[in-house]
């Protein structure tokens, strides 16, 4: 571990804040760090390893495809890729049909940005207070923390604009000829676990309608089956126009792709947007054996399942706890927010040290996304530790 320690501050950008812990493998819902030791794994790579770690099919479907082609150009037709936008057409809402690759959320959410503004001919986005989008400078212009934004302004496109979540008012008076899109994430992640307002979504979808302006979901954080829904936005049976995806796709394997409706996709000509590793073949394989897995295992299903045992465990530790202000989330999407920043960071420290990884955002909000394969016991084995944790830190008087 010293070694890791010393090689990352000398060879790499010191943009992360870094728990200080390095795993060398994973199984399921378990990971071990290199000494050996067990953890539980609650944070799921931020959203990404659906599956858990190390899934035999996944591995196995990974490997052989590597075994044939691993890349080639989208300057030649793409089997696995034609094979997984159908399969995603079949999963994802109302009629978004056709899908460009990336493979990444931020470039996602840049192709997103780019369909809105082709299609529409206008020029203003409308995003959300407690945004994130990513870190490229489309992605990032419309994410809302202005520490992430402020060093970078010279580079971020002045087409942007804020409203308050779930402020339906706000987003009436601002919704205007000149507006392209509304991209709202229905959960947001690193916002601090917020759930949308089923009046919000659908008044954005009205609004919209009325106004000639596109409807994005972000679905990088709560997509694939996360909250209990194939895309979040099923909850309110609000259909996007363009909606975007990555994170748990690859199950691990990067990959990411905005989907748009069929006329809207369209709007994208020859020469305008690409990407050289988007959709490539073992990108694709990996995303195929993640969806048929999915589906298969009826892990939507079992997502909302598990994500109201969590919760109604997460509200019982909130019961005894007087430093918890709120638990909230969908599925298995859900947050707790303590009641300081000091707390949550000596919260996620401590649980570490029990062999349990979750992560703290927006400051404090406790955050728990756990693979999508987490079963009770692991459940309850990470509330018996938070309770434990969360007794000692009253106690020694942190809050
Ligand atoms: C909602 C949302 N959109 C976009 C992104 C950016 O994704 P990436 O880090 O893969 O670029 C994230 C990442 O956390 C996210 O949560």
Request: charged fraction near 25%; charge should be positive.
């Amino acid at each position: 571990m010293e070694k890791v320690l010393k090689l990352d501050s000398e060879y790499l950008a010191q943009t992360y804040k870094r728990l200080p812990v390095a795993f060398s493998r994973g199984r399921g819902i378990f990971l071990w760090d290199l000494g050996g030791k067990k953890y539980l794994d609650f944070i799921a790579g931020v959203s990404v390893s659906v599956l858990g770690h190390a899934h035999p099919e996944l591995v196995r479907e990974v490997s052989n495809q590597m075994k044939k082609l691993i890349h080639i150009p989208n300057t030649v037709y793409i089997r696995e890729q034609a094979e997984l936008a159908k399969l995603l057409a079949g999963i994802t809402p109302g009629r978004i049909g056709k899908f460009f690759f990336v493979s990444s959320g931020a470039e996602a959410v840049e192709t997103a940005f780019k369909i809105s503004i082709k299609h529409t001919r206008r020029r203003k986005i409308l995003a959300m207070e407690g945004s994130f989008h990513g870190r490229t400078a489309g992605a990032l212009a419309a994410t809302w923390k202005p520490s992430y934004r402020r060093p970078f302004k010279p580079l971020l496109p002045r087409v942007f604009e804020f409203v308050p979540f779930n402020d339906l008012d706000a987003a009436e008076r601002v919704i205007g000829e000149g507006t392209a899109a509304v991209v709202v994430e229905p959960v947001q992640g690193e916002g601090g676990i917020r759930v949308v307002s089923g009046e919000f979504l659908r008044g954005l979808r009205e609004l919209c309608d009325e106004r000639g302006a596109l409807l994005v979901c972000d679905e990088i954080q709560c997509g694939m089956g996360r909250t209990g829904r194939w895309f979040a936005c099923e909850h309110w049976d609000v259909e996007p126009d363009v909606i975007t995806v990555a994170k748990g796709l690859g199950g691990g394997v990067p990959i990411g792709c905005a989907g748009a409706k069929p006329e809207v996709m369209d709007s994208l000509g020859t020469g305008d947007h690409g990407a050289t590793f988007g959709g490539n073949p073992l990108a694709c394989v990996a995303a195929k054996t993640v969806v048929r897995i999915m589906k298969r295992k009826g892990l939507v299903r079992r997502a909302e399942r598990m994500g109201a045992y969590f919760r109604r465990a997460l509200e019982e530790v909130a019961e005894d706890h007087d430093c918890v202000r709120e638990v909230r989330g969908l599925g298995l999407m859900l947050g707790m927010e303590v009641s300081s920043e000091k707390l949550a960071e000596r919260a996620v420290l401590e649980v570490l040290k029990k062999g349990f990884l979750i992560n703290s955002t927006a400051e404090r909000v406790l955050r728990f996304l756990p693979p999508l394969v987490v079963e009770r016991i692991h459940i309850d084995r990470l509330i018996e530790a938070l309770d434990e944790v969360l007794k000692r830190m009253e106690h020694e008087g942190i809050g």
